[in-house]
């Protein structure tokens, strides 16, 4: 017997965006997600994403998930009740073999060996470092070094890569006066844009495409207002609350 009415309703995904959706050559929809932390709900988030994905292209996607947290894996890979045929790919990162990423020539693919096995942490990252120091162009090497940092972020690592950043092939850029200064300055203008590239996508996350109008706005803030935009950036309701037109 029911014995009450109130659950009319059901919760709303407020312009749920997937991390990467893309088509393999065989025209199969694949999708990869990235999650740092054990999400009780991401079985049901990746249930939602497959079904928005049917409803949109009219075919369920393969769909894995690449864990980079720093805690033990734990996550449910499958429905256990009415849906126990729906499931996805859970890849823990840290049981991948660091050695083919280590072995590219691609600093990028070094950067990301970060996230997987290996035993000697010390020479694991100096020897990263040492190759995203072989990258003389400045914007390159300031890129990489963020990116390395904010990995090894994942992993409790950052202390490792700052002294690491005393190997040879760096330090000889940071003595250099002409390098050194280029490179520092390239590092706080990678950081300010990296900041400003990761609320961009936090607001798309939040309410959907970026217009033009609020692009511009986001442009024009300084790195101390990005600071306190990211602080604001739950509590708004609208996106014309979290970027209001200055008053000239």
Wanted: proline share 4%; charged share 30%.
């Amino acid at each position: 017997m029911v014995v009450d009415w109130p659950l009319n309703e059901l919760p709303h995904m407020q312009n749920p965006r997937l991390d990467l959706l893309g088509r393999a050559s065989n025209g199969r929809l694949m999708q990869i997600e990235c999650q740092s932390t054990n999400d009780s709900a991401m079985l049901l988030r990746m249930a939602e994403y497959s079904l928005g994905a049917y409803r949109q292209y009219g075919q369920f996607p393969l769909q894995f998930v690449l864990y980079v947290g720093r805690k033990q894996l734990r996550m449910p890979q499958r429905l256990p009740e009415l849906f126990d045929s729906f499931h996805y790919t859970l890849i823990d990162l840290r049981e991948i073999d660091s050695a083919p990423l280590l072995a590219s020539a691609e600093a990028s693919d070094n950067a990301l060996s970060i996230l997987t096995r290996f035993s000697d942490q010390r020479r694991t990252v100096e020897q990263i470092v040492g190759r995203i120091a072989e990258e003389r162009e400045r914007k390159q090497l300031t890129f990489y070094l963020e990116a390395l940092l904010v990995l090894a972020g994942l992993r409790g690592l950052e202390e490792k890569v700052e002294e690491a950043k005393k190997v040879p092939a760096f330090y000889d850029i940071l003595e250099n006066k002409v390098l050194g200064r280029e490179y520092k300055r390239g590092l706080q203008e990678g950081r300010q844009e990296g900041e400003r590239t990761l609320l961009r996508l936090q607001i798309e996350k939040r309410f959907g495409s970026v217009p033009e109008w609020a692009s511009q706005r986001l442009e024009k803030l300084s790195e101390p207002e990005l600071g306190e935009l990211g602080l604001r950036l739950f509590e708004a309701q609208t996106l014309e609350e979290l970027l209001p037109e200055r008053s000239s």
